[in-house]
């Protein structure tokens, strides 16, 4: 039961770790088709979910990930914004 006490205590610890990743592809080279399915799926999977309101997976709003997605669709002009994403600026 202390070991069990002991992850849980080091849970907020690891929420606070973001990964790292490169800048967002240049607007005037098209990502391929691959890429486009591959962001369009980062940005799903990371979506804040409406019960917590963060990732899923990060546990943190906007997290990381989905922003750099978000943004290399949009520098590509993949991005199709839906009503969900009035307020969807990165934070």
Avoid at 7 to 20: D, F, Q
């Amino acid at each position: 039961m202390v070991h069990h006490l002991r992850v849980v205590a080091a849970l907020p610890a690891l929420r606070e770790v973001e990964p790292t990743m490169s800048p967002a592809p240049p607007a005037d080279r098209p990502l391929s088709p691959e890429l486009v399915q591959h962001y369009r799926d980062v940005v799903r999977i990371h979506a804040d979910d409406p019960v917590i309101g963060a990732c899923p997976v990060c546990l943190r709003s906007r997290c990381r990930d989905w922003r750099y997605a978000r943004e290399a669709l949009i520098s590509a002009g993949e991005f199709a914004a839906g009503p969900e994403d009035a307020d969807a600026e990165p934070r």
